[in-house]
């Protein structure tokens, strides 16, 4: 890959988001490329979405883990009916990257677009080349609307977007690379997933031999508590509602749209809180004229547990850190007082996330089939916390700290290394479908590969991208008119 080198010579395309493409391409509007499609009265066909990160995909997939239903009509004899190979777009969000080729059959709502690829060109290369960030740009630039939430790019307008096509057998070397450079990065961060899962298995040990009693076995005897053979003698086991002051619960504005500014209020989100570590980033901002009430602003330092969220997440806990100012939590997360004449927060924050304290939440999360499982006030209230002296808390926090620090710059250190592979995957597809480097000689001396080639955004995302993945549900399943 090092020693892909450019085309011979170029042309200037004629689109300015395209630039310069090989001098032997063409560069084609998209009305001479696609043909819009609408077939209708399919009703019983497996209904597809367009995502951001996905693609089309089946809308199953999406709903998957989810407390989200499907809001799609029961009547659906006027849903477009997609085969494989159409590109499908979802015209509101188009301009976000919300297209693709289809590999599957399947239908989508009215308000999409369906568009299908004449003759003579290759579907994976036109999926590739409409997945680049360069021609999401060009479609904002061909979007129109009042507000960016209402931006829609018309089929009339798609079809005046020019593309560059290849010769056929350039399309197939290109996506011959494309496929291999896929599995290449594929096997890179999975390879990096499995260190940080190892790495983090290691502090979850650091953290469960600390805050179980493991600083002083000198003189243990059996406690009667469920997951531990034993506790220092002189540890207190109460009720964790002993130990707190109060427990409050946020409240949930409606977000408003655009920047938000110095002096606007804004509201947590629940991939804020994420196994110990605050995010301040993850926010949303309130309407000016929301009337937030009194005493939900969020300071550092403060404890923060998830109410409601996905199994594995619910019950999430995390030390406010880093916060702006006129932040405050949803009421989908808890802030917890604790008496800190008994009690460090750090310290409860520690045990809650050992493995002991995650059986006791994942014990007490509620949730019907469909919804996510939420964990009320009187489970909180109900659980037991191991209460060394309140020194010896400090002393805890403090080791842990000192050994997780060595091993939690070895996990970013791989989350940096993974997200450089995916940046660099990004930009040498769009090089490569751009025909700013020649992949030909290359394609034709790669080995045949047996395993089926898929999109590299299958892939689990090593950052935390859940409030992403929730909004691209919200936005894929939303019902919106023809």
Request: proline share 5%; glycine share 6%; hydrophobic share 40%.
């Amino acid at each position: 890959m090092p020693d892909l080198k450019p085309y011979p010579a170029y042309k200037d395309s004629g689109a300015a988001w395209l630039g310069s493409v090989p001098e032997h391409w063409k560069v084609l509007p998209n009305r001479a490329l696609f043909l819009e499609v609408n077939e209708r009265d399919h009703p019983v066909e497996a209904m597809l979405s367009v995502t951001i990160t996905r693609g089309v995909a089946r809308q199953s997939e999406l709903l998957e883990d989810s407390s989200m239903k499907d809001s799609s009509r029961e009547d659906k004899s006027a849903y477009k009916l997609v085969r494989p190979g159409d590109v499908a777009y979802n015209k509101m969000r188009a301009w976000q990257g919300a297209i693709g080729v289809s590999k599957h059959r399947g239908i989508v709502s009215p308000a999409y677009v369906v568009q299908r690829l004449r003759t003579g060109h290759l579907p994976r290369y036109y999926h590739h080349l409409l997945r680049t960030p360069a021609f999401a740009s060009e479609a904002e630039r061909w979007s129109y609307g009042i507000t960016s939430d209402m931006w829609s790019l018309r089929p009339e307008h798609f079809k005046l977007i020019r593309l560059c096509a290849p010769p056929l057998e350039e399309q197939e070397a290109i996506v011959r690379f494309l496929d291999h450079l896929d599995r290449r990065t594929r096997r890179y961060i999975k390879a990096k997933q499995k260190l940080i899962k190892l790495l983090e298995e290691q502090k979850q040990a650091v953290v469960q031999h600390e805050v179980t009693g493991g600083i002083d076995q000198a003189v243990v005897h059996t406690r009667a508590v469920e997951g531990l053979r034993s506790v220092p003698e002189h540890w207190d086991i109460p009720l964790l509602g002993r130990c707190l002051r109060r427990i409050e619960q946020g409240w949930s504005p409606v977000a408003a749209e655009g920047r938000l500014d110095t002096d606007q209020w804004a509201v947590l989100t629940l991939s804020a809180v994420r196994r110990g570590s605050f995010d301040p980033r993850a926010i949303k901002p309130v309407a000016r004229d929301a009337n937030v009430p009194s005493g939900i602003e969020l300071g550092d330092g403060d404890l923060l547990l998830t109410r409601s969220n996905t199994r594995d997440r619910v019950g999430d806990v995390c030390l406010v850190e880093g916060v702006r100012p006129k932040t405050i939590f949803s009421d989908l997360i808890y802030r917890l007082r604790v008496d800190s004449s008994a009690l460090d927060s750090h310290f409860l924050m520690l045990q809650l996330l050992s493995r002991w304290g995650r059986a006791q939440i994942e014990r007490d999360a509620r949730g019907s089939s469909g919804t996510m499982p939420k964990i009320s006030q009187r489970h909180i209230r109900s659980w037991r916390v191991m209460l060394p002296p309140l020194n010896e808390q400090v002393q805890v926090v403090l080791r842990v700290r000192q050994e997780c620090a060595a091993i939690q710059g070895l996990i970013q250190r791989a989350v940096g290394e993974a997200q450089l592979a995916r940046e660099h995957h990004t930009r040498l597809i769009s090089d490569v479908v751009s025909g700013k480097l020649d992949v030909r000689e290359a394609a034709a001396n790669l080995p045949d590969e047996t395993d089926e080639a898929r999109p590299l955004a299958d892939e689990d995302l090593l950052a935390d991208e859940s409030e992403y993945a929730e909004e691209e549900q919200e936005a894929a399943l939303e019902e919106v008119e023809a």
